[in-house]
């Protein structure tokens, strides 16, 4: 039914393939030769001479061989005795030249702006609402000392208070952590550091107490202090300060209380506390009055004091309108002291005239307190009831103040400040809102003007109106 058949085949080349392989063809191609050449250079050679002057003659070498000769060179005499004469007279003319008279030599950058270095701050103080009393800088200069009690109603509170040091030298300052904080069983109302020993430090308390502390004891820093009795204060302590001892060459402590009483302590250290050595009273029969006259002594109330203080008192000055709170004897003229208080003026008084040289209206608050530059014989500065301190320079002829330092904080009162005698650009400003602030002065508030000295005897040699 089915057979094999043969078939067959057909081939069918293909065209394509044969015009595709026909058009191809084999082609090549590279870059041109790259020539290359290497070549190398450098400095050239250099050669060093040196010169030098060389001996002239035997006499020049003579002279370097024996400089003691000198005088026998030739001509030398001859030469000395032609300029004698202008020498000498240009000498003598220079001698009675003023052209440099109170110039100092400053090599610090002159800096004309008041900048606040440090704000200082102790927090359990702020904790209390206590007040900056009083600020005092060590004889270092590198320590600044702060007290701590509370005003209201210008009365003072009887709470437990603090005294707080910091050292603005040191490189881990921490303006909110006293590097020393000593307790205080009731409110410091003054405080003075030591002229020459920098650990040591006097204060004042509501109590009526005069206490020196030694801050290089950490157990129990108290040295000495007065005690309750019956020669003792009885009053707030206003002011406290160091004054030299007669023939001791040690110091002794003076304070002054709202009673009238001025009181000169000396320190028994081995006793651990202060020794009355005199006493002073104010009575109202020392007190020269034109319009009152008083029948029985009675204590003057003494706001504050300015060393010296030799004698009772024999001269009474002018009264103001109010209560004083601060005077300070110039440290450049031995007639002339500031007061200040609650008239808002400072007064510039003589001690050889009862009526004041000049008033300067300061503030329209009080003024608590006033003080004179350490290098500046005409400028002073006060700080103000309205947190201001205001800086006046008596050479201007404006009554203006020559600066204002305004710390903020208003309704805070600046009750203290300090000059930094060490270092005089420096000035602290306590206030009531608890903070001390470290101010940089100006370079045209802190450095003499030439003729300062003598403008300052001519208002003191002024006869008052």
């Known amino acids: 039914m089915f057979t094999d058949e043969a078939q067959v085949s057909v081939s069918i080349q293909s065209s394509w393939r ?128 702060c007290a701590y009690g509370r005003m209201a109603e210008g009365d003072w509170s009887n709470d437990k208070s603090y005294i707080c040091t910091w050292n603005i030298d040191h490189g881990g300052l921490n303006p909110k952590q006293a590097d020393l904080v000593i307790d205080v069983p009731t409110p410091v109302t003054a405080l003075c550091c030591h002229p020459k020993h920098p650990a040591l430090m006097t204060g004042g308390l509501y109590s009526g107490e005069v206490i020196i502390w030694d801050t290089s004891q950490s157990t129990d820093p108290v040295v000495a202090q007065t005690g309750m009795s019956a020669d003792s204060h009885r009053e707030p302590v206003c002011q406290v300060t160091w004054v030299p001892l007669q023939n001791k060459g040690d110091f002794g402590v003076l304070s002054a209380c709202s009673g009238g009483r001025i009181l000169l302590w000396t320190v028994s250290a081995e006793q651990g506390k202060c020794v009355l050595k005199v006493a002073f009273a104010l009575v109202q029969q020392q007190v020269l009055s034109k319009s009152t006259s008083f029948k029985t002594p009675a204590a003057v109330p003494s706001e504050c004091l300015s060393v010296p203080l030799r004698a009772p008192a024999v001269f009474s000055f002018r009264p103001g309108s109010g209560p004083v709170h601060s005077i300070h004897c110039s440290p450049f003229h031995r007639n002339l002291f500031l007061s200040a208080g609650t008239d808002g003026l400072a007064h510039l008084h003589s001690l050889l005239q009862t009526n004041p040289l000049r008033s300067i209206r300061v503030s329209d608050t009080y003024v608590f307190k006033v003080q004179w530059s350490p290098t500046r014989p005409l400028l002073f500065a006060a700080a103000t009831g309205q947190g201001e301190v205001q800086i006046f320079d008596l050479s201007r002829r404006s009554l203006r103040p020559a600066a204002t330092i305004d710390p903020g904080g208003v309704g805070h009162a600046a009750t203290c400040l300090a000059f930094n005698c060490q270092n005089p650009g420096l000035l602290a400003v306590g206030k009531t809102d608890g903070t001390v602030g470290v101010w940089k002065l100006s370079t045209d508030l802190t450095e003499q003007i030439p003729t300062e000295s003598h403008l300052l005897e001519q208002i003191a040699n002024q006869v008052a109106e």
């Open 18 to 145: 044969k015009s595709q392989q026909s058009s191809q063809e084999s082609r090549g191609c590279q870059t041109r030769a790259i020539h290359s050449t290497e070549t190398g250079v450098q400095t050239r050679s250099s050669v060093a001479s040196s010169t030098q002057t060389e001996l002239q003659d035997h006499v020049t070498t003579q002279f370097l061989q024996d400089p003691h000769n000198m005088l026998h060179l030739p001509g030398l005499n001859d030469f000395l005795r032609q300029i004698e004469a202008p020498v000498i007279r240009e000498l003598v003319r220079n001698a009675k030249s003023h052209a440099f008279d109170g110039f100092q030599v400053n090599w610090e950058e002159h800096n004309q702006m008041v900048v606040c270095l440090h704000q200082l701050q102790h927090p359990r103080a702020l904790e209390q609402d206590l007040h900056v009393t009083s600020v005092s800088w060590s004889c270092t200069g590198a320590v600044i000392a």
